[in-house]
């Protein structure tokens, strides 16, 4: 990383580094809730993990100093004396002040300590204020860091600065700690250090209080606890601003006063809902209709409770049961009732709806579509989703009885087919167990991270996406087995051989290396934000999501035969081609268009040799052809590329161009004659051919080969290409003035946009053409737009 180290040369003196501070705090003081829990988000910067025992006791030999202290270097098997001095903030890790007995000062942040030492886990995801979070360590407390770490870090303000740290100026020293167990709070009483001379006095009122001393802390202990009433009121001031971690608290109050009270039961259950804690919901209303089972609201409730858990029937019968009991309910039939029978009804049909997507995979791809470009938009201000939870779409999921994971040799564990499948089956739909888009990793973390120096990366998306199933992981502990049995790299063990208590405990290590193997890229895929002018950060920064079942199938650079296509958090995936019994389904991880290193450097990466037909072709193939591929690609790419755009939009088109373009597509199908329907490098200077050719008025020369590169990319799968490309032929045809033609390949644009979506359309549905126009005018209304010019709409 390039710091500008000069600056640790002066380090500020005490008084400055105070004043910062303390300026920092009041900033963070003022700073909204919202925002600030956008900050708190990331929390796991592991640098080490095999933690040194150390003897901190025996005449203090492994202590070090703060001015003995190097940069960028863990100092394992040393241990730092120091003391608080200052208040206490929480971001990721917990930052306060120090001082060792020397009299030197500096930050400090301790990772992953709130969480594993302090914090009970109800209140992890709670924003803590600086008076909160400073009860972890009062000033005063005395500290041993094992293993410190000094590090080179972004300044403080960059933390909480929106456009994250300037590289080169925005740079300061910290000392870090990771593993909460190198942490160690020294008792007052401790006579290993009272010989201890502090060069400092703490000042008055600065001596830590015993009976301050709290390091457990609930956030609870701040408040009065109130009546039933009182909590209830609260609990709801909570709910209407949307904090519903908060307002379950208060009800849980509530409910620890008052017995059985099924008012605030019924509320709790609705905050859960909010929160997705199903299970927790089915629990408060169960015991509601248990003692009332005429409660409406519970029964309500117990219906939404159980198509979260994936109890469909169960949700269909209670909400029957309730509709039957609604519709004689007509001696009163007031406002509220209606309101309720309303619900019901909206909501019986959304459980069946789930129900015949998820044991027939009968999917609304319509209303997928319209609901899924209805999440995605975002506010221009603030990179916020317009709407809540962004495009995490209300569907059930689908899995295809006709296959099932075996074990696959020199692949570990992979999708299998028990029977013939033909193409275009829908095999599988797979909601995110948990999923990070581009505009949603913490502001300050998204595209550096600080640790691994100047490298441009998804990795503070990867890590957000970690922590966010560890919060997941630690409120449903059950699930933590669903997540564990993914693999997690050599260095992990199988989840057999865990032990009881590890299958059921957050382990944030195999985590990470979970998220390593198996996470998968949401994206744009239709350019949607793009088109419509939307410049947030979705359009730019990849997300990352971790779908389980999905996660088992193995890779393959071409010649896949499944197609997996994200909308918002919702996988679809289909058969690309035919399947026999017995084969193994395999999609791929990256772009067959890449280059051999690049993709093999990102195979390996996953522990990937791969074995397919191009990857077997590449590796043997001389040096010579490789340097002239990579030398007809630069040239592409550098001088030609470049030179043809710029001529496409200028009034004059060189013709001498369609030569050059003619020699490099000629060489490069030499260079791939013995594959040549794997000639990647040609698709793309094959296209500007052909728009070359439109430009000097050669319709006629152009169509073939626009034709050409339309039967390449279906060939090679390059699936997401070829609605364009059909696309281009149609529009050629329209110029051309044959719209017979140009109908016809306008209908195959339509169905290559919309069936890797939603199937195959038959031969006889009368249907189709309204269902794939509206598809595409959802997913591609640029081009619909370019259609209607033309006359093909
Ligand atoms: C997402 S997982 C796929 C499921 C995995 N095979 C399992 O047993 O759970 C990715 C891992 O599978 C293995 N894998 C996937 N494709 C492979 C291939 N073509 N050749 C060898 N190993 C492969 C690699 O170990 C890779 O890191």
Redesign the pocket.
């Known amino acids: 990383m390039e710091v500008n180290l000069n600056f640790f040369e002066q380090r500020n003196n005490r008084k400055d580094i105070i004043v910062n501070y303390e300026k920092w705090l009041k900033i963070i003081e003022r700073m909204p809730n919202k925002k600030m829990h956008h900050l708190i988000t990331t929390n796991n910067f592991e640098y080490m993990t095999n933690s040194q025992s150390i003897n901190i006791g025996n005449n203090l030999k492994n202590r070090i100093s703060i001015a003995n202290l190097t940069l960028d270097k863990v100092h394992v098997g040393r241990f730092l004396l120091c003391r608080v001095i200052n208040r206490c903030a929480k971001l990721g890790p917990l930052f306060t002040l120090i001082e060792d007995p020397e009299g030197e000062i500096e930050r400090i942040a301790l990772y992953n300590w709130v969480e594993h030492t302090a914090l009970p886990v109800k209140v992890r995801e709670k924003v803590l204020s600086i008076n909160q979070v400073s009860k972890f360590l009062p000033i005063g407390t005395k500290l041993a860091i094992k293993n410190p770490y000094y590090q080179v870090a972004s300044s403080f303000d960059t933390l909480i600065n929106i456009e994250g740290p300037r590289i080169n100026t925005d740079f300061d020293s910290l000392i870090r700690s990771d593993v909460p167990d190198d942490v160690i709070i020294i008792d007052q009483d401790d006579e290993r250090f009272n010989k201890i001379k502090w060069s400092n006095d703490l000042g008055k009122g600065m001596n830590v209080n015993e009976k301050d001393k709290v390091y457990k802390v609930s956030v609870d202990d701040e408040k009065r606890i109130g009546t039933p009433d009182e909590c209830h009121q609260k609990g709801n001031k909570y709910f209407i601003s949307n904090d519903f971690a908060q307002a379950v608290d208060e009800y849980s109050t509530g409910i620890r006063h008052g017995l059985h009270n099924a008012t605030l039961l019924a509320n709790r259950a609705e905050a859960y809902l909010r929160l997705d804690r199903f299970k927790k919901a089915l629990n408060d209303v169960e015991k509601i209709l248990k003692r009332d089972p005429g409660h409406m609201k519970a029964a309500i409730r117990k219906g939404k409770a159980l198509i979260g858990l994936k109890s469909y029937q169960e949700s269909i019968i209670t909400l029957k049961d309730l509709n039957l009991r609604m519709q004689t309910k007509t001696e009163c039939d007031d406002n509220l009732i209606t309101s309720i029978k309303q619900s019901v009804k909206e909501l019986l049909k959304r459980a069946e709806m789930f129900d015949s997507e998820n044991r027939y995979g009968r999917y609304d791809y319509k209303s997928i579509i319209d609901e899924y470009c209805e999440k995605i938009v975002i506010n221009q201000d603030n990179d916020d989703w317009a709407c809540g939870k962004g495009p995490r779409l209300d569907h059930a999921e689908y899995l295809i009885d006709d296959i099932e994971?075996r074990?696959?040799k020199?692949?570990?564990?992979?999708w299998v087919a028990k029977r013939d499948i033909p193409e275009g089956t829908l095999v599988m739909v797979s909601k995110a167990f948990k999923v990070v888009y581009g505009n949603e990793a913490p502001l300050s973390f998204r595209s550096i991270d600080f640790t691994r120096g100047y490298e441009v990366m998804n990795t503070a998306t990867h890590l957000e996406l970690s922590t966010r199933i560890a919060r997941e992981l630690i409120a449903e502990p059950e699930l933590c087995q669903e997540v564990y049995?993914?693999?997690a790299?050599?260095e992990m063990v199988p989840m057999e051989y865990l032990d009881e208590k590890s299958l059921h405990s957050v382990n944030m290590k195999r985590i990470e290396k979970i998220v390593k193997?198996?996470f998968f890229e949401p994206r744009d895929e239709w350019d949607i934000l793009y088109y419509s002018g939307n410049d947030s950060r979705l359009t730019k920064d990849y997300g990352a999501g971790l779908w389980i079942l999905?996660?088992?199938?193995?890779?393959?650079c071409v010649d896949i035969n499944i197609q997996h296509i994200i909308i918002g958090d919702m996988m679809i995936l289909r058969s690309c081609r035919p399947i026999l019994k017995d084969e193994e389904l395999?999609l791929t991880?990256c772009s067959p268009a890449q280059f051999y290193e690049e993709r093999s450097t990102r195979?390996k990466s996953?522990?990937?040799?791969?074995?397919?037909r191009l990857c077997e072709f590449e590796r043997v193939e001389s040096f010579r052809t490789k340097v002239r591929r990579i030398e007809l690609f630069a040239t592409y790419e550098k001088c030609l590329g470049p030179q043809l755009r710029l001529s496409f939009h200028s009034p004059y088109f060189d013709p001498s161009l369609i030569n050059e373009l003619n020699d490099l597509i000629a060489e490069s199908n030499e260079l791939r004659k013995d594959l040549p329907d794997l000639n990647f490098l040609a698709y793309e200077p094959k296209s500007d051919l052909a728009m070359a050719y439109v430009k000097i008025g050669k319709l006629r020369q152009s169509l073939p080969i626009t034709k050409q590169v339309y039967n390449f990319l279906k060939t090679a799968q390059l699936l997401h290409l070829t609605s364009n490309a059909a696309y281009q032929v149609a529009s050629r045809y329209a110029r051309l003035g044959q719209m017979k033609e140009a109908n016809e390949w306008f209908d195959v644009t339509l169905k290559e946009l919309a069936e890797p979506i939603r199937g195959k359309f038959n031969e006889d549905e009368i249907q189709w053409r309204e269902e794939a126009l509206h598809l595409a005018k959802k997913l591609a209304p640029k081009m619909i737009e370019g259609a209607r010019n033309k006359g093909l709409v």
Do not use: D, E, T
């Not at 999905?550 to 393959?556: A, C, I, L, M, R």
């Not at 996953?606 to 397919?612: A, E, K, L, W």
């Open positions: 994971i074990h696959v020199k692949k570990g564990r992979g049995q993914l693999y790299g050599p193997y198996n999905p996660s088992y199938f193995n890779h393959s395999i991880y195979l996953y522990g990937i040799n791969c074995q397919c």
